[in-house]
């Protein structure tokens, strides 16, 4: 079993930023890869980043350039730094982890870009 918890979220104007943090807990040994989803109101979640065991990433078009995922191995603990925030930046943001077959989610946090 693996827990996160996201922390970071806020409220900020466009052209800002913000960092999240999401800390994992439990059998972490296990996670093959961890990443930030996002979910605006009225619409489906999306994958925004993700970051392997062996710290490859990947991106979602819409903030490559303006997002950074990382890592702290020892901390257990994956971040998300977000620049040049937009308005439509704005959405709850979960963070996943796989530990294959299985996918664990943290509760989520709000983040508002305002314009």
């Known amino acids: 079993q693996v827990q996160l918890v996201e922390s970071g979220g806020g409220l900020v104007q466009a052209g800002g930023s913000l960092r999240l943090s999401c800390a994992a807990s439990?059998?972490?040994?296990?996670?093959?890869?961890m990443g930030w989803y996002r979910q605006a109101a009225g619409k489906q979640r999306e994958l925004v980043a993700t970051?392997?065991?062996?710290?490859?990433?990947n991106y979602a078009d819409s903030v490559k350039g303006r997002f950074t995922i990382s890592r702290d191995s020892a901390k257990n603990t994956v971040y998300l730094q977000m620049n040049s925030l937009k308005p439509e930046d704005t959405a709850v943001y979960y963070c996943?982890?796989?530990?294959?077959?299985?996918?664990?989610w943290g509760q989520g946090t709000q983040v508002t870009v305002s314009s």
């Open positions: 970051i392997t065991r062996g710290s490859s990433t």
């Open positions: 439990g059998t972490t040994f296990s996670i093959n890869a």
């Open positions: 996943n982890a796989l530990v294959i077959p299985r996918t664990y």
